[in-house]
């Protein structure tokens, strides 16, 4: 364990702001489905499997920005100022094209791209959904560039802005999705419809401020328009090297998830409905040590680029002890929370049940995923170990949940919380993947290039 004060201090003062972001961020989008469930049957199913793509893309855009913070938190060991700005320009492009390509299928291909996740019988939730994802999609060009931004000062140690945004977001998207989904202000009421506009215009905003604290607030990375326009060969060479595999794995394992959508979107309504809310009790549960692995990330790269690698093993050791005591309390929160955070939405009575065991095989599997989210997530990506990590992403999702998932609802036919079961069954095993991983030395690679 580490014994200096400085370095817990450290650790949670990058992670608390970036916690508070996605309480707030997940928080918003709780109040958009609670909202959005009262303007309709219909409307829940609608808005949430059109997420499951929405889903994908932002964490696809999460990836490509948190992919270039291991190269800029190792160059920031080094203080090597002109390099970190290189790496910021490749990876603002990057995110801003996967943006851009997102929402040109979107628009394009609206209807079919729905019917992976929505059954084509369920025709009421098709048309409510074709009214909110062509609009919502529109947010990620705003997204990208935020994203990427946030992960350049995260990079350098700055984080303040993540309260400011969260702030915003929280103000913005509840107040503006009450004004245009029921129709208040003189404005007319417009359903889902309000909510896709609402997010657009709260991702505009957001990508505003963030704007104004890169380039005239913060004085940690000095930093110009122009400078993101300045490209070089060794830094698109070192991010596909380095960054990218943290961005396809990312990406990949979000189509994991998309193709999870998809099973439960073809198993109907209730299961569409209790897997909102299972995943939304989820993704709160997992927040904190989300955030806190991307703390770690930021750490652990900054001690690796000072080639301080007896403080690397030492952190690593900490910061896995430290997980494990967090898995353990939000385990138990989340299965003490399950029925009256499932309460929240106006479920039937069997769609309630279903919600609830659901989330209380989540609870039982958090112990997992919080373990092995803060090795893979923060140690071994902060110390240059991207592509282990996608390679074990890509086995356990392709040659284990999904076969699972498919298997489970189509030829063996289990019960809907069964189901959904397989769709988690990796975390059972994942976190003795990473506990091996970090016993040998194998994870420590220095990926900077020396000063010229």
């Known amino acids: 364990m580490v014994k200096d004060k400085s370095f817990y201090k450290q650790l949670f003062r990058l992670s608390l702001p970036a916690a508070f972001q996605s309480a707030i961020s997940l928080l918003v989008v709780m109040a958009d489905n609670v909202m959005v469930t009262r303007t309709g049957a219909n409307a829940l199913s609608a808005v949430s499997q059109s997420n499951t793509l929405t889903t994908f893309v932002t964490a696809m855009l999460g990836g490509l920005a948190t992919g270039s913070v291991v190269l800029i938190s190792q160059y920031w060991g080094k203080k090597d100022l002109k390099r970190i700005r290189t790496v910021c320009a490749v990876a603002l492009s990057v995110c801003l094209l996967a943006a851009l390509i997102s929402v040109l299928l979107i628009t394009l291909f609206p209807q079919a791209l729905l019917h992976l996740v929505i059954n084509k019988s369920e025709t009421a939730v098709i048309s409510l959904a074709l009214s909110y994802l062509p609009i919502v999609c529109l947010s990620y060009i705003p997204q990208a560039a935020t994203a990427a931004m946030v992960a350049m000062l995260k990079g350098v140690e700055v984080v303040k802005v993540t309260l400011y945004t969260t702030l915003l977001s929280l103000v913005s998207n ?51 328009i122009r400078d993101l326009t300045h490209h070089k060969k060794w830094a698109w060479q070192d991010y596909a090297r380095f960054g990218l595999p943290v961005g396809l794995t990312d990406a990949q394992w979000a189509l994991v998830g998309l193709c999870k959508a998809a099973v439960i979107g073809q198993m109907g309504k209730q299961m569409i409905d209790a897997a909102a809310v299972t995943d939304m009790m989820m993704n709160l549960g997992t927040m904190f040590t989300f955030s806190l692995a991307g703390g770690a990330c930021v750490m652990v790269g900054k001690a690796v680029g000072a080639k301080d690698y007896r403080r690397v093993r030492e952190y690593s050791n900490t910061i896995q002890l430290l997980f494990l005591f967090f898995g353990v309390i939000m385990s138990s929160l989340v299965f003490l929370l399950r029925k009256p955070f499932a309460s929240l939405y106006q479920l039937d009575a069997p769609t309630f049940a279903l919600a609830a065991q659901m989330i209380g095989i989540c609870a039982f599997t958090l112990l997992g995923t919080t373990y092995h989210a803060s090795c893979f997530m923060g140690i071994n990506r902060g110390a240059g170990d991207s592509k282990f990590v996608m390679l074990v992403d890509v086995f356990c999702g392709w040659l284990v949940v999904i076969p699972a998932a498919f298997i489970g609802a189509f030829v063996l036919h289990l019960p809907l919380w069964a189901v959904y079961l397989c769709t988690r069954i990796d975390q059972f095993f994942k976190w003795i993947i990473a506990f091996v991983r970090l016993r040998g030395d194998k994870w420590i690679k220095n990926v900077t290039r020396e000063t010229a």
């Open 174 to 224: 509840i107040g503006l999705n009450y004004v245009l989904i029921f129709g208040k202000l003189g404005f007319p009421a417009l359903g889902v419809t309000g909510a896709a506009i609402a997010t657009v215009i709260a991702r505009v905003l957001e990508c505003a401020l963030v704007s104004v604290y890169l380039f005239r607030v913060q004085k940690a990375l000095p930093l110009r």
